[in-house]
């Protein structure tokens, strides 16, 4: 009897020892839902592309940014885009590809004056995430660009302006000792 209870008796102190570090980095453990949003003011002149260069920075946003050194997982759970305005009244196409690092989400076609009128959300591909989301836990920012192009008319204006907005949703876990 007495040398079945040892071992039982230590498999029962293992499997304690166990869960209670589980319970203690779950305490230990802080969860910060935060949301970002990108600003683009894109210039469009006939005959050129869209082209534009954002780099983000997870220390710009106040939720995250008491965690940023103890950061342990980041996680984009949504992205999404809406063109907010658009200084045309001439009907014009547009096709926009963002590109958050390496990995490229569209090309997405626009009736940019509709659209805009329709505040219309442009969600990007939630399975391509993943990458975007590991380059923010290494290096904290994350490079984002807006490419494209558009259908003004050689005889419009010299130049219009669209106005892009995107947004991030991140779920960050971070240790707060």
């Not at 839902?33 to 869209?50: A, R, W």
């Not at 590991?134 to 904290?140: D, P, Q, V």
């Not at 490079?143 to 050689?154: D, F, L, M, Y």
């Amino acid at each position: 009897m007495k040398k079945t209870m040892k071992p039982l008796l230590l498999a029962i102190a293992l499997f304690t020892t166990l869960i209670s570090c589980d319970k203690i980095e779950e305490a230990t453990t802080v969860k910060v839902d935060g949301s970002d949003v990108i600003d683009f003011t894109v210039s469009l002149s006939p005959g050129q592309s869209i082209d534009e260069t954002i780099t983000y920075n997870l220390s710009d946003n106040t939720e995250i940014n008491d965690y940023l050194d103890k950061v342990k997982n980041v996680q984009i759970i949504e992205a999404y885009y809406v063109l907010t305005s658009f200084s045309s009244t001439t009907q014009t196409t547009g096709s926009i590809t963002f590109t958050l690092d390496d990995d490229a989400f569209g090309p997405f076609e626009h009736n940019l004056i509709e659209d805009v009128n329709n505040a219309k959300k442009t969600t990007l591909d939630i399975g391509k995430l993943n990458a975007a989301s590991s380059e923010l836990l290494n290096s904290k920012k994350l490079s984002v660009s807006v490419k494209g192009s558009h259908s003004i008319p050689a005889s419009g204006s010299a130049s219009e302006q669209l106005g892009i907005t995107l947004y991030l949703k991140i779920n960050i876990s971070a240790s707060p000792l």
